[in-house]
């Protein structure tokens, strides 16, 4: 499915999305659950593509339904995995992600708790040359090395985990372990001067049209960042019964 012309999302991966840029090479803003190579790979083919054209994987963040086939992905594209420094640790002798090591679990062979093999850490502020630029933002404060995108061109902003759309609003994330939420409003202010028309948030369906400005009005009507237990008991009952497909936060 393509948000504009170039810029596809991947079907059918429910928790999360999982964005395709589509230039001469191609490029993953995230990679999704676990499960999800093999639906990117057909995706990729399905417009006429090949997964060895896959360059480069940008992570918005370190957490599992984000990163959860990064290592799969690269593995098998030879795809260059780029995260921000502060969401990826340094052992061995090398870079990687893993949301769990934090915790410092003990080391289990499960999906969500292995590592995957950062190749290339970003730069604030640096633009990446696909689709004529894009340019990393680092949005600390859902997790310390949270990072958006922003796609100059067409005014559009990968946004991961930051801010989200759907249903044609834009919303914020909730605390969670490992969030700091002074960092956050300082990022979401941040975001707030720029200008962006289309969200392509980490969960939710994408918004086009005046996002950065839907941004600053939520910003200023809700000075107070959202609690779990408004989502749970206000905006999760509103969402079942408007009978949408469920698509919270983490
Ligand atoms: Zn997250
Ligand atoms: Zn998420």
Redesign the pocket.
């Known amino acids: 499915m393509e948000v504009i012309p170039g810029i596809h999302s991947v079907p059918g991966t429910r928790v999360?999305r999982i964005y395709l840029i589509e230039d001469e090479e191609l490029t993953l803003v995230d990679t999704g659950m676990p499960w999800s190579a093999e639906r990117v790979f057909k995706y990729i083919e399905s417009i006429g593509r090949r997964p060895d054209e896959l360059s480069r994987i940008l992570m918005?963040?370190?957490?599992p339904?984000?990163t959860g086939s990064a290592r799969n992905i690269s593995r098998r594209s030879g795809a260059q995995v780029v995260a921000h420094r502060r969401d990826a640790a340094y052992r061995g002798g090398a870079y990687s992600i893993s949301?769990m090591s934090r915790f410092k679990p003990p080391n289990v062979p499960l999906p969500f708790l292995r590592h995957t093999p950062v190749h290339r850490l970003l730069v604030e502020s640096e633009v990446i040359p696909v689709a004529g630029g894009l340019r990393v933002i680092h949005t600390p404060g859902?997790?310390p090395g949270?990072v958006c995108y922003l796609l100059e061109r067409e005014g559009l902003l990968f946004s991961?985990?930051t801010i989200f759309s759907d249903h044609g609003r834009v919303s914020r994330?909730m605390p969670?372990p490992g969030s700091d939420m002074t960092q956050y409003r300082q990022s979401l202010e941040r975001l707030a001067d720029m200008r962006f028309d289309i969200l392509c948030g980490?969960h939710g369906s994408p918004l086009v049209g005046d996002a950065s400005k839907m941004l600053r009005v939520l910003l200023e009507k809700k000075p107070q960042l959202p609690t779990w237990s408004e989502f749970i008991f206000k905006r999760m009952p509103a969402r079942l019964l408007r009978r949408k497909r469920f698509s919270a936060?983490?």
């Open positions: 999360s918005t963040h370190n957490h339904d984000h949301y859902h997790t949270s991961g985990d994330s969670f980490g936060e983490d």
